[in-house]
T-cell receptor
Framework: DTAVSQTPKYLVTQMGNDKSIKCEQN?????MYWYKQDSKKFLKIMFS???????INETVPNRFSPKSPDKAHLNLHINSLELGDSAVYFC???????????FGEGSWLTVV | GDSVTQMEGPVTLSEEAFLTINCTYT??????LFWYVQYPGEGLQLLLK?????DKGSNKGFEATYRKETTSFHLEKGSVQVSDSAVYFC???????????FGIGTKLQVIP
């Protein structure tokens, strides 16, 4: 069974469109994240939710809006997509402090 | 703030060679330290971790020792295989709300 699953895995879309990436974890974790990985493999945290509450919101354009309907889900909606949004977006989850983060397999977003 | 510095790749080794990927960190308090591995086209997976000074994490023949005096967590493997080709990320979590800081990632390529 997949622990952290995100969909879609691949997404190609035109500039200006709005798209969403969904994420679900079945590990019973209380914290979920969105990370962005650029073409040079640099990994940067975007958001973190703990028990559905936003606790980390890094400097991210407000075109990006996370939504956590419950502890097991954290979706990412992106408005007015730009070329620079092309990247791999990873959902992740964890439980407690100082412990392991479990990553999804990534969503490859290409904006054309 | 927290930071992780790891050697920039790519690192190219012949099969059965000895591997060292250096990682040093700056953090407040006593962080937990991690190595994650990302195989091509996949998400990040935890490779090993250490939660306190002098702890040694090990997995799949890889080892890293938490050295507080040198603020280092170097990754080593005695004999690499082609299947070890991947990107390796050093990371730390100094507590708080699970904000994990990642290094830039080091690409390892093992040739037969």
């Amino acid at each position: 069974d997949t622990a952290v699953s995100q969909t879609p895995k691949y997404l190609v879309t035109q500039m200006g469109n709005d798209k969403s990436i969904k994420c679900e974890q079945n590990l019973g974790h209380d914290t979920m994240y969105w990370y962005k990985q650029d073409s040079k493999k640099f990994l940067k945290i975007m958001f973190s939710y703990n028990n559905k509450e936003l606790i980390i919101n890094e400097t991210v354009p407000n075109r990006f809006s996370p939504k956590s309907p419950d502890k097991a889900h954290l979706n990412l909606h992106i408005n007015s997509l730009e070329l620079g949004d092309s990247a791999v977006y990873f959902c992740a989850s964890s439980h407690g402090q100082g412990v392991t983060i479990y990553f999804g397999e990534g969503s490859w977003l290409t904006v054309v | 703030g927290d930071s992780v510095t790891q050697m920039e790749g790519p690192v190219t080794l012949s099969e059965e060679a000895f591997l060292t990927i250096n990682c040093t960190y700056t953090a407040t308090g006593y962080p937990s330290l991690f190595w994650y591995v990302q195989y091509p086209g996949e998400g990040l997976q935890l490779l090993l971790k250490a939660t306190k000074a002098d702890d040694k994490g090990s997995n799949k023949g890889f080892e890293a020792t938490y050295r507080k005096e040198t603020t280092s967590f170097h990754l080593e493997k005695g004999s690499v295989q082609v299947s070890d080709s991947a990107v390796y990320f050093c990371a730390l979590n100094s507590g708080g709300y699970q904000k994990v800081t990642f290094g830039i990632g080091t690409k390892l390529q093992v040739i037969p």
